[in-house]
Structures are given as C-alpha cells and as structure tokens.
C-alpha cells in the first residue's frame, strides 16, 4: 500500500470552465503541466513582490495573463 502523501490543488469550475478547459487541454497530464507552470510562477511574482500586492493586482483584474503574455508574446495572427 502506497502511503506517500501527494498535495493537490481541488478547486470548484462552473460546467462551462470545466468543458471549455478540457477542450483547449485535452492531452492526458497537460493539464497538470500547466498549472504547475502557473503555480511556480504565482509564488515567484508573490515572493518578488510581496503576496498582498499580487493577489489583489490578479483579483481586482488590474493585471492577468493577458496583460503578462502581452508584454511577451505576439498575437498568434502576427505571425501569418
């Protein structure tokens, strides 16, 4: 019997997130490749900047992924 206990994130989706996700990543353990991304990268910016000023940026919508992969990324119909 495998006693090692794991961490998980459990977290509550609307039908429409849930089916909306699963279409965009539908790669058996993409999901969990992305969200540890995101995850390391949250606690990064929390500890670079301090955890109350990056939750209340991400919750008041003062700054999230679109604004973050903007200032990196090109508009995909860039690249045509």
């Known amino acids: 019997m495998n006693t ?3 961490p998980r994130l459990s977290i509550d989706l609307t039908q429409e997130q849930h089916d909306q996700l699963n279409k965009i990543i539908c790669q058996h353990g993409l999901k969990k490749l992305v969200f540890t991304c995101i995850i390391d990268d ?27 992969c903007n200032l990196v990324m090109k508009d995909k119909n860039d690249y045509n």
């Open 4 to 6: 090692k206990y794991v």
């Open 42 to 68: 949250f606690i990064s910016l929390c500890n670079k900047h301090g955890a109350g000023e990056i939750i209340g940026a991400l919750t008041s919508k003062v700054i999230g992924i679109n604004e973050i």
